[in-house]
T-cell receptor, first 108, second 116 residues
Framework: DAKTTQPPSMDCAEGRAANLPCNHS???????VYWYRQIHSQGPQYIIH???NNETNEMASLIITEDRKSSTLILPHATLRDTAVYYC?????????FGTGTLLAVQP | GAGVSQSPRYKVAKRGQDVALRCDPI?????LFWYQQALGQGPEFLTY????????KSGLPSDRFFAERPEGSVSTLKIQRTQQEDSAVYLC??????????????FGQGTRLTVV
C-alpha cells in the first residue's frame, strides 16, 4: 500500500491558484493516486484521481510526475469554500490509504 | 436518498456497552466501506464489502469489531464491549453501480462515537 506525505498546512489567497503537493514514492505501478477533501464535520469528498497521465475535471487538475513518485493537485481559482483538509491517497477504491492531509486555508 | 446516510450522527456509550452503527449506501452501489477517523487524523480503513460478501476486513482493530451487510445494501458496524480508544468518527462510503475498481467513493457524514 502506498504511503503518502503531505505538508501539514498551506495558505492561499482567494482567487489565486492553490497547488498542493504530495509525495508517494512507494506507490506501485497499478495503484492510482486519489485526492479527497474534508470540510469540518463532513465526510471526505472525492476530487480527482489518476494513474499516469495528468487529469482535469470541473473541480481541479492533477499533475503526476513521470516517475509517479509525486503529484500536485491544482485548484485554479481558490475560494473561501475550498478551505478544507486535502488528502492525497494511494491505492484502489476498495482500500484507500489516507495520511494526515494538508489543511488548506484560503484567505480573503 | 441521494447520498450515503449514516445513523445515528452522534452516539455516547458507556465503557463496556455494545453499539451498532448503521449505513445506508447509495442505491445500487455494489461496494461499501467502513473507515475509522480519530481526532486530527485521516480516515483509516476498517473493512470492505462487495454486495453481501466481506472481501477485506484487515483493518478491523480487534475481534470486538464486526460488520455485516446481509442483503447487499444496508450495513451495520457493531462494536462490542466498547473501550475509550474506540472513540472516533466512523465513516461509511459506497461506490460504483457495477463492480469496477478505481472509481470514486461517496462518503457519509459519519457517526461520532464517544465512549465515556
Amino acid at each position: 500500500d502506498a504511503k503518502t506525505t503531505q505538508p501539514p498546512s498551506m495558505d492561499c489567497a482567494e482567487g489565486r491558484a492553490a497547488n498542493l503537493p504530495c509525495n508517494h514514492s512507494t506507490i506501485s505501478g497499478n495503484e492510482y493516486v486519489y485526492w479527497y477533501r474534508q470540510i469540518h464535520s463532513q465526510g471526505p469528498q472525492y476530487i480527482i484521481h489518476g494513474l499516469k497521465n495528468n487529469e482535469t475535471n470541473e473541480m481541479a487538475s492533477l499533475i503526476i510526475t513521470e516517475d509517479r513518485k509525486s503529484s500536485t493537485l491544482i485548484l485554479p481559482h481558490a475560494t473561501l469554500r475550498d478551505t478544507a483538509v486535502y488528502y492525497c491517497t494511494g491505492g484502489a477504491t476498495n482500500k484507500l490509504i489516507f495520511g494526515t492531509g494538508t489543511l488548506l486555508a484560503v484567505q480573503p | 436518498g441521494a447520498g450515503v446516510s449514516q445513523s445515528p450522527r452522534y452516539k455516547v456509550a458507556k465503557r463496556g456497552q455494545d453499539v451498532a452503527l448503521r449505513c445506508d449506501p447509495i442505491s445500487g452501489h455494489v461496494s461499501l466501506f467502513w473507515y475509522q477517523q480519530a481526532l486530527g487524523q485521516g480516515p483509516e480503513f476498517l473493512t470492505y464489502f462487495q454486495n453481501e460478501a466481506q472481501l477485506d476486513k484487515s483493518g478491523l482493530p480487534s475481534d470486538r469489531f464486526f460488520a455485516e451487510r446481509p442483503e447487499g445494501s444496508v450495513s451495520t458496524l457493531k462494536i462490542q464491549r466498547t473501550q475509550q480508544e474506540d472513540s472516533a468518527v466512523y465513516l461509511c462510503a459506497s461506490s460504483s453501480p457495477a463492480v469496477r475498481a478505481n472509481t470514486e467513493a461517496f462518503f457519509g457524514q459519519g457517526t461520532r462515537l464517544t465512549v465515556v
